[in-house]
Every structure is written in C-alpha cells, then in structure tokens.
C-alpha cells in the first residue's frame, strides 16, 4: 500500500509529538521537521489540517510550538489518516449507470473487505503503541 507523502509525513509528525508527549512542552516546527525530516512548510500546513481535526493544537510565543491535544492512546493512524486525507478511507463504490455483472460485483465486495479490514488496522495503531515500539527500537509494524 502506498500512500501520499502529505499521511507518511503527517503521521511521522504526530509520532514525533508521542514520543515526546510525557514532557508536556510544546515542540517547535523546526524541531519536529529536522527530526522527521520534513520539509519545514509543508510541514505547517499538515499541522494546520492536524490541529483543525482536534489531534494537535499549538502555543505560541518564543517558547511555543505543537503539541498534541489528547493522549496518543487516543489518537490513530486513522485519525491521522482521515484528518489528511479522508478518501484513502473511503469504501470503492459501485459504478453508476452501468448494469453491475457479478464478477463486478464480488470484486467491488472483495475491495470493500479488504478496505474494512485496513481501516480497522490503522484502528488499532495508536500512537502510544507506534511511540513505545521506537523508543525499544521494535521499528517492525506487521499487519
């Protein structure tokens, strides 16, 4: 599965700030870009789409930065996902207009099981799971 460098990056920035959210201290852009390597303005205007869905939200000031909004048990790479770009959720629809034959339609019911199946996975990632597995260096993520 491949996804759009505007979710990798933007779950990498959300990883960033669980990793570092026991500190409770707001953490600037730049810190977050150069750790993640990310590029510094695309990088802003993924934490302006985060924070619009409730995931982070910001300081400012000298000593201002991001900061998660909620615990990272409660955020998800669906979460992350849906607040950057909702349609990779979405279930395939079927055509309109045409008269549907039944291999359309086990495919259109296989591609919806399987995308059940993968929202219900980025579910389960939570960003306290993704943060412990890099701070005990456990980089692997199976599904």
């Known amino acids: 599965m491949k996804l759009p460098a505007k979710v990798e990056y ?3 920035a959300v990883l960033e ?3 570092r959210y026991q500190a409770q201290m707001p953490i600037q852009i730049s810190t977050i870009a150069k750790s993640q390597n990310i590029p510094h303005n695309f990088l802003l205007q993924l934490l302006i789409r985060l924070k619009n869905a409730g995931i982070v939200t910001s300081s400012r000031g000298v000593s201002g930065g991001y900061y998660l909004a909620k615990d990272p048990t409660r955020i998800s790479l669906a ?4 607040a950057i770009d ?3 959720l979405e279930a395939p ?4 207009g045409r008269k549907s034959s039944d291999s359309s339609e086990v ?3 296989v591609w919806s099981d399987i995308n059940i199946e993968v929202i ?3 579910k ?3 960003f306290d799971k993704l943060a412990a597995k890099v701070k005990n260096e456990q980089l692997t993520y199976q599904i």
């Open 107 to 109: 495919m259109t019911q």
């Open 93 to 96: 629809k079927r055509s309109k």
């Open 124 to 126: 389960e990632a939570t």
């Open 120 to 122: 219900k996975r980025l």
């Open 10 to 12: 933007a779950a990498k």
């Open 86 to 88: 909702d349609a990779i």
């Open 17 to 19: 700030l669980s990793i």
């Open 79 to 82: 979460d992350v996902v849906g």
